[in-house]
């Protein structure tokens, strides 16, 4: 992730750490929360206010029934 952040390529990435192909690495990369939040907050809107989605009760009823 520390590579990823200082803007070392994706493939460049996955060749160093001997995957076959940069998909393999992808599952490593999706795992950082706080880079994808700090995204997120760029593509706001000035105006709106950021906020987390909170499901509701019937939402995670339903999940933990499965």
Known sequence: MELLRSGVD???IALWLGHES???TQMYLDADLALKERALARTAPR???ARRYRP?????DFLKSL
């Open 10 to 12: 994706r493939a460049v």
């Open 22 to 24: 940069v998909e393999t």
């Open 47 to 49: 105006k709106a206010h």
């Open 56 to 60: 509701g009760d019937h939402l995670l």
